[in-house]
């Protein structure tokens, strides 16, 4: 079984999947991070040279990549929800989709936005994304955790799923 982590770009799921793989054993995989190896570049470069239908496309094959594996932690691009194939091929792969699910207001106050390409132009895009996208994390996934507590304790509300 994969844990898939989704939710909003500031939500925690880099940090929270980081440590749900050291607690557990699992390995951790970062999507956005994976494409910037597998590409040579940064996401806001993609973005910039070649489009955001571009990297949404890097995100599909890089689901496909890391769903063949087994047992491993994925943290995802807050956009992967986007595309519902990429929900099914998640969950094709044995994947339990988990939404963690952190006030827009928390993350306001937290995320840097000048380095994420589709909040480069501040905290209102962060609410205007998260309006449009709240449904589809609620919809696509199997297992929703608040982020309204120590990163630790979110962590192990996410390996309960497992056991």
């Not at 770009?9 to 054993?25: L, N, R, V």
């Amino acid at each position: 079984m994969n844990i898939v982590l989704i939710g909003m770009p500031g939500c925690g799921k880099t940090f929270i999947g980081k440590i749900a793989s050291e607690k557990s054993g699992m390995a951790f995989y970062d999507m956005d991070l994976e494409i910037e190896k597998s590409e040579g570049r940064s996401i806001s470069e993609m973005f910039k040279t070649d489009g955001e239908e571009y990297f949404r496309n890097k995100e599909t094959e890089m689901i496909e990549k890391l769903s063949k594996m087994d047992n491993i932690i994925i943290s995802t691009g807050g956009g992967v929800i986007k595309n519902k194939r990429n929900i099914e091929i998640a969950k094709s792969g044995g994947g339990v989709i988990v939404f963690i699910n952190r006030s827009v207001e928390d993350i306001a106050n937290d995320v840097e936005t000048a380095h994420r390409p589709l909040l480069a132009n501040g905290t209102q895009e962060l609410y205007k994304l998260y309006n449009e996208r709240i449904w589809l994390y609620t919809e696509y996934s199997d297992v929703e955790v608040k982020n309204d507590t120590d990163a630790n304790e979110v962590a192990d509300r996410i390996l309960e799923i497992k056991n």
